[in-house]
């Protein structure tokens, strides 16, 4: 199977962080909770490369 990295529909902010979780088969608010924590200490780096994915990633064609 060809899957992609595509935005998620269910959207908090973007879709970013659920894109991927549903490119990786996993929870999406699992890897929500897990991506909030490792943004707490790296704060700027985590919002440039999240702000970055969502310029890049494509919205998912339903």
Do not use: H, Q
Request: contains cysteine.
């Amino acid at each position: 199977m060809n899957k992609k990295l595509t935005k998620s529909s269910d959207k908090m902010i973007s879709g970013v962080v659920g894109g991927f979780a549903e490119y990786l088969g996993i929870d999406k608010t699992l890897l929500r909770v897990i991506y909030a924590a490792i943004s707490i200490p790296g704060f700027i780096p985590c919002i440039i490369l999240y702000l970055v994915a969502a310029w890049v990633m494509p919205e998912k064609n339903e």
